[in-house]
């Protein structure tokens, strides 16, 4: 089985200030990573992904999210937040071996931006 | 490319009445889709996942005869709610796999805001 858990319901920072969205995962065999952006009543916003290869991917928006296989974790980052960023951040996973590409997703993380 | 789109974007419906929902692959081939349901602030869950021409695989708790979904082409997935109730209300989001080159991703629609009367 697959899981994913992102640790804080809600994230809180300042305009300009880095921003870190936390993750981590659980899967039997090798994962590929995506995180996912939601604004209101709006599908998802694909991000970033982690398939294989550098640990440090840069995604969509300046976001960039390193993969750490040893913490099963893969944090979202961003280096100085935006207004705009506030919304709500989906972390998935899928694990290799699963048919049909079943992604697996944490119960998001509200990202709010203070100017 | 890789554009997903979903028809209607909202609808309201009085309880016991059945609503199609539509989900597009507008410039792919889409050899999987997937149906979501989403409550306010909460996670994605899967419903279903279907392959086209063939019976949607469901999971567990989803009531196939009551989310009845149809992939009858590369390119179009339905998915009904038959004899809808308030509680059927919710946020339905579809998506869809295999574009060539990517096809570890899934892309998804606007979503459909349901709400039953």
């Known amino acids: 089985a697959q899981s994913v858990a992102q640790p804080e319901d809600q994230v809180n920072v300042a305009e300009g200030n880095p921003l870190t969205v936390k993750c981590t995962y659980s899967?039997?065999?090798?994962?590929?990573l995506f995180w996912y952006v939601q604004y209101p009543n709006r599908g998802l916003q694909f991000l970033l992904k982690?398939?294989?290869?550098?640990?440090l991917v840069k995604g969509s928006y300046g976001f960039e999210a390193e993969f750490n296989k040893s913490q099963t974790s893969f944090h979202l980052k961003k280096p100085s937040a935006l207004v705009s960023d506030s919304a709500l951040y989906f972390c998935a996973v899928r694990d290799i071996g699963t048919s049909y590409g079943k992604l697996t997703f944490g119960q998001g993380t509200i990202l709010t931006v203070h100017p | 490319g890789a554009v997903v789109s979903q028809h209607p974007s909202r609808v309201i419906c009085k309880s016991g009445t059945s609503v199609k929902i539509e989900c597009r692959s507008l410039d792919f081939q889409a050899t999987t889709m997937f149906w979501y349901r989403q409550f306010p602030k909460q996670s994605l869950m899967l419903m279903a996942t279907s392959n086209e021409g063939s019976k949607a695989t469901y999971e567990q708790g989803v009531e196939k005869d009551k989310f009845l979904i149809n992939h009858a082409s590369l390119t179009l997935s339905t998915l009904t709610v038959t004899s809808a109730h308030p509680e059927d209300s919710s946020f339905y989001i579809c998506?869809?796999?295999?574009?060539?080159?990517?096809?570890?991703?899934?892309?998804f629609g606007p979503g459909t805001r349901l709400t039953v009367l």
């Open positions: 998506s869809a796999s295999g574009l060539w080159g990517r096809d570890n991703e899934q892309f």
């Open positions: 899967v039997s065999g090798n994962p590929y």
């Open positions: 982690y398939i294989t290869g550098d640990n």
